[in-house]
Every structure is written in structure tokens, then in C-alpha cells.
């Protein structure tokens, strides 16, 4: 078993940034593969980015790139999702999600967290 905890969503302006953390524990981290998603309201869950065991690997959305940067402290159990730029489609609840390696959609994951609420007026 794995348990996810995420941080540091909260309410920016068009423009700004935040860094989402997502604590991990039950299993030996540096094994999984780490990935963000959000869900906005009235849509489904959509990837946003993902990374590998070892950090050597990155994917991340193309709405994202540029703006959005996936990172990972094996020693820390954490991954982080620095968030640069954001605009207010960027509005959703945002979770993480582990797995043995890496994939791009919900159903390959096996593990999630309960989400981090992140809100960009404009």
C-alpha cells in the first residue's frame, strides 16, 4: 500500500505561481513512478505530468509546458509540481498518483491522493 498526501494548493492570480507537494509513504518510493492530474468542475481527471523512478525521465502535457516543471527527492518521499505562470484554466483540484513505472492515464494508476484545490483568477 501507498499513501499520497498532497500540499500547497491555494488561490493566485492570473500570472502567479505555487509549488504542490506530495508526500509519500508504505512503500519504498524511489520504486514508483510519480504523476500529477487535476480535475476541473464538470470535467474529467486529466494527466498533467509524470516522472520517473530515478527523476531521469519527465513527460508533461502540452498545455502545461513551459509553465509547469514535475521533480522528485527520493530522500524527502516527495514529488512537486512547480507551477509557473498560471492562468485561470488552470483552476482544479490537483492530485498525485503512483504506480510501477510510468503511464498518462487514470485507470493505469493504482494509487492517489485526496487532491490539493489550486484557484487562478484572473
Known amino acids: 500500500q501507498v499513501q499520497l498526501v498532497e500540499s500547497g494548493g491555494g488561490s493566485v492570480q492570473s500570472g502567479g505561481s505555487l509549488r504542490l507537494s506530495c508526500s509519500a509513504s508504505?512503500?519504498?518510493?524511489?520504486?514508483?513512478?510519480m504523476a500529477w492530474f487535476r480535475q476541473a468542475p464538470g470535467k474529467e481527471r486529466e494527466f498533467v505530468a509524470v516522472?520517473?523512478?530515478?527523476?531521469?525521465?519527465?513527460l508533461h502535457t502540452d498545455s502545461v509546458k513551459g509553465r509547469f516543471t514535475i521533480s522528485r527527492d527520493n530522500a524527502k518521499n516527495t514529488v512537486y509540481l512547480q507551477m509557473n505562470s498560471l492562468k485561470p484554466e488552470d483552476t482544479a483540484v490537483y492530485y498525485c498518483?503512483?504506480?510501477?513505472?510510468?503511464?498518462?492515464?487514470?485507470?493505469?494508476?493504482?494509487?492517489w491522493g485526496p487532491g490539493t484545490q489550486v484557484t487562478v483568477s484572473s
Open positions: 498518483a503512483a504506480r510501477q513505472g510510468v503511464a498518462t492515464m487514470t485507470s493505469q494508476y493504482d494509487y
Open positions: 508504505g512503500r519504498t518510493f524511489s520504486s514508483l513512478g
Open positions: 516522472i520517473s523512478r530515478n527523476g531521469y525521465n519527465t
